[in-house]
């Protein structure tokens, strides 16, 4: 065998899967979620109530801040991958993120209570961007971590991760809404202090629940640099791009036990060559050179896995920038469709009064309905029809969320114009603190599409980006798939600023602190007509998606 071979076999020994895992295992893991989710949300949700209310920061300022910390925060989980597949494994990467992350919630609650009011502001922004390291090491390896705990070898294991998605994101998903519902109440009406204070002590139960699962966990060490396998595959086809496949047909398919050098597993896949990016396939032809060498040279043979695998990470580009719009819109839920709510009738009965961002509670009850009711009877009775193990593909999953993200913004647009009307009916327009008499109610529908949107794309592109991924990685995977929530977030943080740009030059300045003239309904309009052309990129890039084939199995689970 050589040399390469004979070292990577040798790492394949010591990371065979150990027999365990399972559901038993992978509660544990959700315990640390769900008490991540429970903060991130606690906080998030009121974020932009706390800075304009008590750090007196300007609307549109508080919400490219949002936006921006969002943004970093999901940027930091691809940096948290790279250390998890190459460095230190997801279990360890779990939990020094998860430690620095309650670390960020200590700081974050002396900031609101015992520094000084002038240090406030500096040492809260710290305590947030301490958070943003701490969260991009723990969520693109805990989802992942978690769903290796499942094997996917049979059909009935393949079901079973579908499902897992499904009732991962569900879970997570009643944290935050408990959180947004709970939580924000108590940091309105009662002590920002005691609601950090609440979101501190939940994040550090979360952490010692998912150390007493350790002796349960299926567990992988790291597999070395991906990238490094990427760039082999790149400069191995530059330096044969002269090279004539007609003349030399020999592929290097590796040696069994070699595993993918991207992906060590304990059983090899062999995934089947695919006409996509042929320019690639020279990489793994052996010319003369080649045939004339005893060692192979990495940087200009790879092996026939190696450049299906780095096919796999190419077509899932396009798919990522298609979905930036719609993390652009959600980005809204936390900003402006709070900022909304709080200028509206928020009363329930004669005592109670909601806070403007406990609606945010609606996305996740809808979620909550919307995901049982698709895992349990829709994909069910789908099945029949299609035959396929998850009822529909994982990209029409996907499309499905993207239009009714068009359909939102039309909606918030509408609901906003007959915001503005009843302004005016009551001459409010210039008295930016007032009331408009009109119940908080009309927004649901758009927190409702929000929900039902989220149910449909979201859960399915942690799929597609797992699944869809070569095995070492999926960690990277779901790095991705945060970061486009990350630069979703700075893409509308750049509309907003593009907006305001282009407005003030006209002379009538949108999305000013006085929402009432603040054009937020054409904001809205300008947010779904981008929406709706990304849309259909994504509808011409889906319909030209090849999934991942390995030799001896169907299409991976999701074709």
Known sequence: MIENEQELYTKL??????SRGGWDAAIFIIFVEAAERF????????????????????????????NIWIGVSSLFALLGAIVADSFLGR??????????????????????SSVPI??????????????????????????????????????????????FFNWWFLVIVMAGTSSTLVVIYIQDNVSWVIGFGMLTVVQAVGLLLFLLGIKRYRKEGPLGSAFTTVAQVFVAAARKWRVDETLHSD???????????????????????????????????????????NIRNPWRLCSLNQVEEVKLVLRLIPIWFCCLMFFAVQSQLHTYFTKQGSMMIRSIGSHFCLPPASLQAVVGIVIVITVPIYDRIIV????????????????????????????????AA???????????????????????????WWLLPQYILTGMSDAFTVVGLQELFYDQMPDAMRSLGAAAYISILGVGSFVSSFIISLVETISRNSGEPWLGNNINRAHLDDFYWVLAGLSALFF?????????????????????GVD
């Not at 279990?91 to 609101?112: E, N, P, R, W």
């Open 414 to 440: 509408l609901v906003e114009a007959k915001r503005v009307s009843v302004a005016k009916e009551h001459d409010l327009m210039d008295d930016p603190e007032a009331i408009v008499p009109m119940r908080v």
């Open 91 to 112: 279990f360890k990467t779990i939990i020094l993120s998860t430690s620095i992350y309650l670390m960020g919630m200590v700081l974050l609650c002396l900031s609101v």
């Open 13 to 18: 020994s010591t990371l065979q899967k150990p």
């Open 118 to 163: 002038h240090y406030r502001e500096a040492v809260f922004f710290v305590a947030l961007y301490i958070l943003s390291v701490g969260e991009g090491g723990h969520k693109p390896c805990v989802q992942t971590f978690a769903a290796d705990q499942f094997d996917e070898d049979t059909p009935d294991q393949k079901r079973t991760k579908s499902s």
């Open 39 to 66: 903060a991130y949300y606690g906080l998030s949700g009121n974020l932009i109530i706390y800075l304009t209310n008590y750090l007196h920061q300007p609307t549109a300022i508080a919400a490219k801040n949002v």
């Open 251 to 293: 592929i290097f398919y590796e040696d069994e036990r070699s595993g993918s050098h991207m992906g060590v597993q304990p059983k090899q896949k062999t995934l089947a060559r695919t006409n996509q990016f042929r320019f690639l396939d020279k990489a793994m032809i052996i010319d003369n050179l080649d045939a004339s060498k």
């Open 380 to 411: 069910p009775k789908v099945q029949e029809f299609t035959g396929h193990p998850a009822g529909i593909m994982v990209l029409q999953r996907i499309g499905v969320g993207l239009f009714l993200s068009v359909v939102n913004m039309a909606v």
């Open 536 to 556: 259909g990129a994504y509808v011409w890039v889906a319909t030209r998606f090849v999934y991942k084939k390995v030799v001896g199995e169907e299409s991976s």
